[in-house]
């Protein structure tokens, strides 16, 4: 597999509607929870950096995608991304579009101690049912099991369970995967019933409650890793405990 030094962050929100100001709240709440982070440029077509002296201003008037444009700061060797966007199919059975925020990290000493406050502070501004943050290498492996793929019936690699399409799932809170961080809102903690004082002792050990009342929610204390037995062990055991998560409950 080839290695890309990243922590990829996904957030999945209702779609933006009228004067929303979600997109400028997103990126200036990513700036404050990583320190140093400015993010004031994006790219061409050829992935020169433009700087964007006029970001804020262009942030909330620019949704033709029904998101905002790339952004990204200026340091290429420790690249910080961030873009939102409508995504028109659905999170669950009912089809409804939905706004999806998507950024990424270096997978490095002052990102790791970071990710969870930004992962946080995008589920928050955005208002997310939910999302996760995890390192690229570990996210693709967690991609394949959503069933069935372009290449036939899902084949879930390192055991783990075959998760189901947004179709199938019944409500948009419910998660379709579970990641090294992962952001449930209140309701999503709901719908697939955390937290349980007794059955999640050892996640609650790792997880913070938001300002809105939901959770970031920690599956092993290092990135996860499905190299290492232990995070493997803890990836399937939280699908083990939490059996909504990729519609695997539904008759």
């Not at 020169?48 to 201003?57: C, S, V, Y």
Request: net charge negative; glycine share 10%; with cysteine.
């Amino acid at each position: 597999m080839i290695s890309r030094n990243e922590i990829v962050i996904s957030v999945y929100a209702p779609t933006l509607v009228g004067d929303e100001t979600r997109p400028l709240s997103i990126a200036q709440g990513m700036e404050r929870a990583l320190p140093g982070l400015r993010l004031g440029w994006t790219t061409s077509e050829k992935e020169d950096l433009i700087p964007l002296p006029n970001r804020d201003q262009g942030i909330e008037t620019d949704k033709g995608n029904g998101g905002f444009f790339f952004l990204c700061n200026e340091d290429e060797d420790r690249l910080v991304t961030l873009s939102g966007s409508e995504n028109p199919l659905g999170l669950a059975a009912d089809g409804v579009p939905h706004f999806e925020v998507h950024a990424s990290l270096p997978l490095d000493t002052a990102s790791i101690a970071a990710a969870a406050d930004v992962l946080a502070a995008i589920g928050e501004f955005a208002l997310a049912f939910w999302g996760h943050a995890t390192p690229f290498n570990a996210g693709v492996e967690i991609a394949e099991q959503t069933s069935p793929t372009l290449a036939g019936p899902a084949c879930p690699p390192r055991g783990l369970p075959a998760l189901r399409l947004p179709d199938k799932i019944r409500s948009p809170e419910i998660p379709h995967r579970l990641g090294w961080l992962n952001y449930w809102s209140a309701a999503a903690a709901k719908a697939i019933g955390f937290p349980d004082p007794v059955r999640d002792a050892e996640l609650l050990t790792r997880a913070r409650r938001t300002p809105s009342g939901g959770w970031v929610v920690q599956l092993t204390d290092a990135p996860l890793d499905l190299d290492n037995p232990a995070h493997l062990d803890s990836l399937l055991r939280g699908y083990e405990r939490f059996p909504e998560i990729g519609g695997r409950s539904a008759p």
